[in-house]
T-cell receptor, first 115, second 119 residues
Framework: AQKITQTQPGMFVQEKEAVTLDCTYD???????LFWYKQPSSGEMIFLIY??????QNATEGRYSLNFQKARKSANLVISASQLGDSAMYFC????????????FGTGTSLTVIP | ETGVTQSPTHLIKTRGQQVTLRCSSQ?????VSWYQQALGQGPQFIFQ???????GRGNFPPRFSGLQFPNYSSELNVNALELDDSALYLC??????????????????FGPGTRLTVL
């Protein structure tokens, strides 16, 4: 089974609107971390936001927020007030305490912001 | 503070050849992980090095090997290159583990990657 599933290969959003990128995960570990990364066409992975499995509040970082629904095993990324520079690939990733050091990445969602 | 750097930026090899990719970790980071990202896919974990020893490995054959040096920089070596090895190779460094936090958080900082093409 896939550890991380991103079901939206491509998304479009109007500039200044909000957009939600979906991510579901699969783990039997009680302790894990969920991450979102942005990858522009240049290739570098840019860390956006983190949510720990024991964190009771949803993580927020500026215009990014993570909608964490533990029972559903989902960790959706919400980008508010989209900007043209947000156009990129977005990857959801997970790290489990049980598997130590390995990050599992999803297949990504390509976001295009329309002026 | 210098971020994670990788060299070379691009590389073209032929089947059967060997290649060495290099990564310099961010200052203060003692852990380096390597990932392979095929076109249109997410990164796949190859292995991680911590204090000069392999500290976890993904589902990659032994012809993928690595080293970490005392200054925490790292090399990824791939022998007997195959066409499917064509990919973006990403290096990520991590700071020392944060205590005994209940979560497994340990952020990684990625380099710009090396794009390998095997002909």
């Amino acid at each position: 089974a896939q550890k991380i599933t991103q079901t939206q290969p491509g998304m479009f959003v109007q500039e200044k609107e909000a957009v939600t990128l979906d991510c579901t995960y699969d783990t039997s570990d009680q302790s894990y971390g969920l991450f979102w990364y942005k990858q522009p066409s240049s290739g570098e992975m840019i860390f956006l936001i983190y949510q720990g499995s024991y964190d009771e509040q949803n993580a927020t970082e500026g215009r990014y927020s993570l909608n964490f629904q533990k029972a559903r095993k989902s960790a959706n990324l919400v980008i508010s007030a989209s900007q043209l520079g947000d156009s990129a690939m977005y990857f959801c990733a997970m790290r489990e305490r049980g598997t130590g050091n390995q990050f599992y990445f999803g297949t990504g969602t390509s976001l295009t912001v329309i002026p | 503070e210098t971020g994670v750097t990788q060299s070379p930026t691009h590389l073209i090899k032929t089947r059967g050849q060997q290649v060495t990719l290099r990564c310099s970790s961010q200052s203060g980071h003692n852990t380096v992980s390597w990932y392979q990202q095929a076109l249109g896919q997410g990164p796949q974990f190859i292995f991680q090095y911590y204090r000069e020893e392999e500290n976890g490995r993904g589902n990659f054959p032994p012809r993928f090997s690595g080293l970490q040096f005392p200054n925490y920089s790292s090399e990824l070596n791939v022998n007997a290159l195959e066409l499917d090895d064509s990919a973006l190779y990403l290096c990520a460094s991590s700071p020392p583990q944060r205590g005994l936090a209940r979560s497994s958080y340990n952020e990684q900082f990625f380099g710009p990657g090396t794009r390998l093409t095997v002909l």
